[in-house]
């Protein structure tokens, strides 16, 4: 769907799940490149899951974005006409090549597998819908996995094949741009390295967190499939052949999109190391951190330290899934109300994301008895809390250089947080330098609500080292994540690949 149109854009900014439906993280930094960098004109193709998962657009579209394309993987209504569909004989070892390319991802993507010629011979009815296909499929099912359901089975190579048609065919009715950039690796990055390979323009690359780690917890998070396990590895109790075709499939679209771009752009040295290890070449990364507005954030500072008296109040800006553990934050809560009896916990981020787990989120609430603790606000721009607050928090058990932290470090607001993605350089510092500065809050391991609560407390009763916190944080902000040196370099990428 074009929502709105243009014949040719310099950028090109492919978003998996992002910007612009839905607020915060991720779509916080695309909708804050976009203005900052108002000298280009982007265009941005939008892809999602299915329809439903998302609502209304949730900002409102700069003037520099000129081409804005929405898209969704798993929309499944196309209905092809109930005939028999034989399939071309000749096509099945190639059919066969692109399977396992994707369950084995060992080698490097054969070269006519990339291109879009490859798909047009095999069209996404023939994979699919063809008889060779399901005697393929039926053939892989009785020799991997004759234990899972082969309903199960068949459902699951259905929709890990079907989105790469989508993809395709958004890439063969792309508008012209100079560079395409994806903000992520999965199936933008997927995008992203096949329109690189197909149109001859340069493709970077930027991981805020490590994509394919995020979805690996995803996943073996999820309870959408049986433990169905591969009978060689039945003495597991961790491994389940479908969640397995699942990973091996983000492993081998990753190391596509890794292999294909021209830079590759972390936000800390922790994840930079991490996309070495998962096969980025070495040479082509680099580390730019997240920044921040310092200007947008004076008068809340100054508003903050007119105040005499804070509540005892610790906020957790997030979306309610289960990647940011919610429910130790709940729990962490509770523990400190014990001996601070009016502390809140307000968890400030959208919850119809994962409805099941908001829900569960509730109930957890109520188990722990902790309605007058516990708040749920919805989705808020920070800006509109920081003022009211005592601690920013997060929880996660994944991360990778968390805007919040900085927007509350550039109010004064000190943080407690898990080690997690760049948490730990945010508030310990990242260098001998930085260190000097001191700490601006406090670092805890994940899933341990016990030291979180102890820090909470520790904050909220001890006024001098809160204060000395803030101003560490302030200081911190300040010096090494003002978003004017984030727009000095991609202004500088994007003018190097663009006439290079």
Not at 31 to 38: M, P, R, S, V
Not at 216 to 243: A, C, H
Not at 463 to 490: C, G, M, P, Q, T
Request: charged share 30%; aromatic share 12%.
């Amino acid at each position: 769907m074009i929502i709105k149109k243009s014949d040719s854009v310099d950028i090109l900014l492919v978003c998996e799940g992002t910007f612009p439906y839905i607020k915060g993280g991720v779509s916080s930094w695309i909708y804050q490149l976009i203005n900052g960098l108002n000298d280009f004109k982007f265009g941005v193709v939008f892809i999602g899951g299915s329809p439903k998962d998302y609502g209304e657009i949730k900002y409102k579209i700069p003037e520099n974005l000129i081409h804005l394309e929405t898209h969704f993987l798993f929309d499944f209504g196309v209905d092809y006409k109930k005939e028999k569909i034989e399939g071309n004989k000749d096509l099945v070892p190639k059919m066969r090549e692109l399977h396992y390319w994707f369950r084995k991802h060992g080698e490097v993507l054969n070269d006519e597998l990339k291109k879009i010629d490859f798909y047009n011979k095999i069209d996404e009815k023939q994979f699919l819908y063809s008889k060779r296909s399901f005697e393929f499929i039926r053939e892989e099912y009785y020799k991997n996995a004759p234990d899972v359901p082969f309903i199960d089975y068949f459902w699951t190579v259905r929709n890990i094949h079907s989105p790469i048609w989508r993809i395709v065919n958004i890439a063969k009715n792309i508008v012209n741009f100079k560079l395409v950039h994806s903000p992520s690796t999965g199936y933008a990055g997927f995008l992203g390295a096949f329109l690189k390979e197909n149109y001859k323009k340069k493709f970077i690359l930027t991981e805020h967190g490590i994509y394919l780690m995020e979805r690996k917890i995803d996943i073996m998070l999820s309870n959408w499939i049986e433990e169905y396990k591969l009978n060689i590895l039945k003495s597991s109790n961790e491994t389940n052949y479908i969640k397995e075709l699942w990973i091996r499939f983000f492993q081998g679209i990753n190391k596509f999109a890794y292999e294909t771009a021209d830079k590759i752009i972390s936000l800390y040295n922790g994840a930079r190391n991490t996309q070495i290890l998962l096969g980025a070449d070495a040479n082509k990364t680099e580390v730019i951190p997240n920044g921040v507005n310092i200007e947008k954030f004076k008068n809340i500072y100054k508003k903050r330290k007119q105040k005499k008296e804070f509540k005892n109040v610790v906020a957790l800006v997030g979306r309610v899934v289960p990647i940011k553990d919610i429910k130790t934050f709940i729990t962490a809560i509770k523990i400190a109300s014990q001996t601070i009896n009016d502390i809140e916990g307000w968890i400030i981020g959208p919850t119809d994301e994962d409805k099941e787990y908001y829900n569960e989120c509730i109930e957890h609430v109520r188990t722990l008895n902790a309605e007058k603790n516990i708040k749920f606000f919805g989705f808020k721009p920070i800006e509109e809390v920081l003022s009211d607050i005592s601690i920013i928090t997060l929880t996660s058990i994944s991360e990778g250089m968390p805007l919040v932290i900085l927007e509350a470090f550039a109010a004064g607001v000190p943080a407690v947080c898990t080690n997690v993605g760049s948490c730990s350089e945010l508030i310990y510092g990242k260098n001998e330098e930085d260190t000097k500065i001191g700490k601006a809050g406090e670092i805890t391991p994940v899933a341990n609500p016990t030291l979180l609560a102890k820090n909470y407390i520790e904050l909220l009763t001890d006024k001098d080292i809160h204060e000395k916190y803030s101003k560490n944080a302030l200081e911190r902000v300040r010096r090494y994540y003002d978003e004017k040196k984030l727009f000095e370099k991609y202004r500088e990428i994007y003018n190097h690949y663009i006439k290079g």
